[in-house]
């Protein structure tokens, strides 16, 4: 199977490094999508060879970031796009795990929240709680069965990426992609993936270190992709967890 794995980068100077060399084990191609670092992880990438590297000049958002890697995953000849985080959340030696699961399905999405690994730390109070609260709520609008809606450890089958119009560059972008899937009638999947909070501190910035801000925010986010792409004649899809544990309680 071709396939790619993509990381979005800001400022991740401490992490990089080590984070694309233990990739490397599992991917024989890594893209890093550098969206406007600052602090010296652009040096970092350039001694670091093998890696195709994309470079936003300022800081646009993770889902901008997102953006640019399903477009030049889109332009190459890969059949699965594999998209993680590059701050040490999402260990590496998962990836034949998404691959394997997606033999058939469209996205397999990992989540933290399907089962408990031994590795597993507690989630921030406030993520936890607006997890669960959007989850939910993705699950009740639109037909869904997920058990983690903000997980960025994926994989996308091209197909998928080719049908998908992504715009949201924030934070949000993963409730867009869940809404329009759910209208394109994608098949989903879920595996289970430890859930590791190394900085339990980390701040997603601005108005959005708010709580309340981030969960007004996250529902604008669902409303305006509910209204861009409207319920028409494609059926919810279907839902196949690898790992049982029931999706309505399990979510955080």
């Given at each position: 199977m071709q396939f790619l794995t993509a990381i979005p980068v800001?400022?991740?100077?401490?992490?990089?490094?080590?984070?694309?060399?233990?990739?490397?084990?599992?991917?024989?191609?890594?893209?890093?999508?550098?969206?406007?670092?600052?602090d010296g992880t652009a040096d970092i990438l350039a001694r670091l060879s093998g890696l195709e590297?994309?470079?936003?000049?300022?800081?646009?958002g993770y889902g901008a970031a997102l953006i640019s890697a399903f477009a030049y995953a889109r332009q190459q000849d890969i059949e699965v796009l594999i998209t993680m985080d590059?701050?040490?959340?999402?260990?590496?030696?998962?990836?034949p795990v998404l691959l394997e699961a997606i033999h058939d399905a469209d996205i397999v999405s990992g989540s933290r929240y399907l089962r408990d690994f031994h590795q597993d730390t507690q989630a921030p109070r406030d993520r936890q709680r607006i997890n669960r609260e959007i989850t939910q709520e993705l699950n009740r609008r639109?037909?869904?069965?997920?058990?983690?809606?903000?997980?960025?450890?994926?994989?996308?089958?091209?197909e998928a990426l080719e049908r998908l119009h992504i715009t949201e560059v924030g934070w949000g972008m993963p409730l867009q992609l869940w809404v329009q899937?759910?209208?394109l009638g994608l098949r989903i999947k879920e595996v289970g993936v430890p859930r590791l909070y190394l900085d339990p501190n980390r701040a997603f910035g601005g108005v959005l270190d708010n709580a309340e801000a981030r969960l007004s925010y996250y529902r604008q986010v669902i409303d305006e992709a509910a209204l861009r792409c409207?319920?028409?004649?494609?059926p919810c899809p279907p839902y196949f967890p690898?790992?049982?544990r029931c999706p309505e309680t399990d979510c955080g």
């Amino acid at each position: 199977m071709q396939f790619l794995t993509a990381i979005p980068v800001y400022n991740e100077a401490p992490h990089v490094e080590g984070v694309v060399q233990e990739v490397r084990r599992y991917s024989p191609r890594i893209l890093i999508v550098n969206d406007g670092s600052t602090d010296g992880t652009a040096d970092i990438l350039a001694r670091l060879s093998g890696l195709e590297v994309l470079t936003h000049p300022v800081n646009r958002g993770y889902g901008a970031a997102l953006i640019s890697a399903f477009a030049y995953a889109r332009q190459q000849d890969i059949e699965v796009l594999i998209t993680m985080d590059c701050d040490g959340q999402h260990e590496p030696s998962r990836i034949p795990v998404l691959l394997e699961a997606i033999h058939d399905a469209d996205i397999v999405s990992g989540s933290r929240y399907l089962r408990d690994f031994h590795q597993d730390t507690q989630a921030p109070r406030d993520r936890q709680r607006i997890n669960r609260e959007i989850t939910q709520e993705l699950n009740r609008r639109f037909g869904l069965h997920l058990t983690d809606a903000f997980c960025g450890f994926k994989a996308y089958r091209r197909e998928a990426l080719e049908r998908l119009h992504i715009t949201e560059v924030g934070w949000g972008m993963p409730l867009q992609l869940w809404v329009q899937a759910a209208r394109l009638g994608l098949r989903i999947k879920e595996v289970g993936v430890p859930r590791l909070y190394l900085d339990p501190n980390r701040a997603f910035g601005g108005v959005l270190d708010n709580a309340e801000a981030r969960l007004s925010y996250y529902r604008q986010v669902i409303d305006e992709a509910a209204l861009r792409c409207p319920l028409a004649a494609f059926p919810c899809p279907p839902y196949f967890p690898t790992e049982g544990r029931c999706p309505e309680t399990d979510c955080g």
